[in-house]
């Protein structure tokens, strides 16, 4: 698998952020995502980018995860919503290719880097979501950037 460093600009995401138990996951996805694209388009803006998922901390059984689009314009978040700047600057990224639930051997491999070429992560990282089930129905050609800005 190959990792890249890149370097962010900063983003705006529009996004629903909760605590969600991990198995309710992709139904929050589903919920918050509908949600960010009509509160978008009351608004006459599209999507600035994929669908993306910030996690704040490391999940457990639950995650802290804000669920949305990146946005430019001036958007305003309506009750429920939330506006939130990504971190810019240093970051690590790949894009995994498969089904999300096969995700986890590619965190394990981007840990085992960043410890070995001595790179701190933010406490906060995301994936982004290319292609998924709404534009691609073979979940082994599914394609996710996970990014971690760096320390």
């Known amino acids: ?3 890249d460093r890149i370097d962010l600009e900063p983003r ?4 629903i ?7 309710d996951l992709t139904a929050f996805y589903e919920r918050s995502f509908t949600r960010v694209v009509a509160a978008l388009a009351e608004q006459h803006l599209a999507p600035a980018g994929p669908a993306t998922a910030v996690y704040h ?3 457990t059984s639950t995650v802290d995860v804000t669920a949305g ?11 429920g919503l939330v506006l939130s700047t990504l971190p810019d600057g240093a970051a690590v990224a790949t894009v995994y290719v498969g089904p999300y ?5 590619t965190y394990d491999e981007i840990a085992t880097w960043m410890q070995a070429n001595n790179l701190t992560p933010h406490t906060e990282m995301w994936e982004e979501f290319l292609t998924g089930p709404q534009t691609d129905p073979n979940p082994a050609t599914w394609q996710t950037r996970i990014v ?4």
């Open 69 to 79: 689009f990146p946005v430019t314009g001036p958007a305003v978040a309506p009750d």
């Open 17 to 23: 952020r909760e605590i969600v138990v991990m198995a």
């Open 148 to 151: 971690f800005p760096l320390v």
């Open 101 to 105: 639930d096969g995700m986890t051997r």
């Open 12 to 15: 705006t995401m529009m996004g």
């Open 57 to 59: 901390g490391m999940p």
């Open 1 to 3: 698998m190959q990792f």
